[in-house]
């Protein structure tokens, strides 16, 4: 079977040269896993020991993909993804990893969905000691803010004025620990390894500091991203006294929506020179943390067992 499946890509490979494409699609799950222009590919060719796809150059290897993580190779780029806006206007497009569907983008919002702006603290000292929705930009600078979106404390991420734009909401540890539960089931992990290695496949291809360690979003970063998810390096704001900013390039740490304690929430993480996704952490509700929203799915009504049946009427609940 995958020799036939092999013949086939590179019977599509050499019609698309003759008919003029300029792209090469690889797919998994339906998404883009890796795009290559035509002219960086002279041939694919299967490794049966290594059980992955070798893409060559000039009689090199540039790449290697597991053939768990590819479902198809097309010469016709994907639909466009639909997209979101929040109150801003901000616009968002979608990953569907599994059951779920994530943003592509960290939220950008200055406002809550009814209307009322989020305050935006700079200063350090108001930052570290404010018990109220708040977000900022890292180093205060509205350039990062653009690109890896707003740093927000918890209070913000959980405040029922909603943050999340209609449709959307702020993801729970339960919805975090479904999305790495489904990326190690389903051949996610790096080099197919066991167990939680999957930071990889969530890391953005570019941005990240370097790393040494194989299968950490830091090492050979354009193997990055095989789920789609896009996860940037937007670092954190501390919630000490002096409030600094820290580790932009080097993490990734978006807030859920549970609450630990009076004082802690819980929230999950990527870092540059580890490989799996951190998803048991608990801190400060001060905290500036990157937010990435989940679809909400509608509500379902369930109803107890229908009794007392009559010719008029019925008993129920739910």
């Not at 796809?53 to 053939?67: P, T």
Request: with cysteine.
């Amino acid at each position: 079977m995958k020799n036939i499946y092999l013949t086939l890509l590179l019977s599509l490979f050499f019609t698309s040269n003759i008919f003029g494409q300029d792209s090469l699609y690889i797919f998994k799950a339906g998404l883009v896993n890796t795009k290559y222009s035509i002219n960086q590919v002279d041939s694919i060719t299967f490794s049966n020991s290594l059980d992955s796809l070798k893409f060559n150059k000039n009689g090199f290897i540039f790449n290697k993909l597991s053939i768990t993580n590819v479902d198809s190779i097309a010469f016709t780029a994907p639909n466009q993804k639909p997209t979101y806006t929040d109150i801003d206007g901000n616009i968002y497009t979608t990953v569907k990893i599994g059951n779920q569907t994530w943003m592509l983008e960290n939220l950008k919002t200055t406002r809550f969905r009814n209307g009322d702006p989020i305050p935006m603290v700079s200063d350090n000292s108001v930052w570290s000691t404010t018990e109220s929705a708040a977000y900022c930009d890292y180093d205060n600078l509205l350039t990062n803010g653009l690109l890896y979106g707003h740093l927000y404390n918890w209070y913000a991420a959980a405040d029922n004025r909603i943050i999340a734009p209609q449709g959307w909401h702020v993801p729970s540890t339960s919805e975090w620990n479904d999305l790495l539960d489904y990326l190690i089931a389903n051949g996610y992990n790096f080099e197919n390894s066991n167990g939680n290695r999957v930071a990889k496949s969530l890391a953005s291809k570019t941005l990240w500091r370097y790393s040494t360690l194989a299968g950490s979003p830091g090492k050979n970063q354009l193997l990055n991203n095989s789920s789609g998810f896009n996860a940037l390096p937007a670092g954190f704001r501390y919630h000490l006294a002096h409030g600094a900013y820290s580790s932009q390039t080097e993490g990734s740490y978006f807030w859920s929506n549970t609450e630990n304690t009076d004082e802690e929430a819980s929230y999950v993480n990527i870092l540059y020179g580890y490989y799996h996704f951190g998803s048991d952490n608990a801190n400060s509700k001060r905290l500036g943390l990157s937010i990435r929203c989940i679809k909400s799915d509608l509500a379902t009504l369930r109803t107890n067992p229908i009794n007392t049946i009559t010719s008029s009427s019925a008993i129920s609940g739910g």
